[in-house]
């Protein structure tokens, strides 16, 4: 794939004109920060911390208000935490879905989009499984189930492979591999890492810096050109 093959921006899934914020201390978070997302697959975005990656994500899930600048978002959004227990929040995995599901289904309706939903992330049949039983890895999977059973067709996801051993961080990355290569309706995915490794899964990579965004390049060119970043919570 070519840099300029990354820079097309037709119909763009997301745009991001001179985004600006600032915490209430005044101390800036995003500064002019300008990038777009030119079609479905799977892109991510690399930084140290206090690059302000995890506050981008937040803005454009509408968590946060900008302090200035624009966001465009005509697909709608879903943010997935690094930490899959800050949003699992019912005792089974068919139930916490349900949480996410749009108003307006009935009972039979409900319940095919929570195996759908479950089916899609691999957990097909847990509707009825307790969340404290699940590992780590299947948490985030649960997790990513209720953003699809929201209908979000772009993925917001904050270092979610951070906090999960070497085999469940590739079944994330395959996953989200998978929901946004498919045939049929694939997804977008903005994905936060300091990992330089899980740049090799990736449609189009970035280099964050001081709350702005660098231009799009292939995950391995980006890698190849980094030193290892330090590792370290998202910051907020």
Known sequence: MTEATLQAEAAPCLLVDQLGFSWPSGQPAL?????SIPRPGLWMLVGGNGSGKSTLLRLIAGLLDPSRGRLLRPIKPALVFQNPDHQLLLPSCGSDVQLSLPPGLDAGA??????TALGQVGLAGFQERPIHTLSGGQKQ????????ASQAQLLLLDEPTALL??????EVLELIRLLCSRPEQPLTALWITHRLEELDWCDGAALMERGSVG?????PLLRSQLSPLRAGRAEG
């Open 215 to 219: 231009p799009w390049r292939s995950g």
């Open 31 to 35: 500064n002019h920060c300008s990038f």
């Open 110 to 115: 409900r319940q095919r989009a929570v195996g």
């Open 165 to 170: 051993d070497e085999t469940s961080q590739q």
């Open 141 to 148: 999977r649960l997790a990513i189930a209720g953003a699809l």
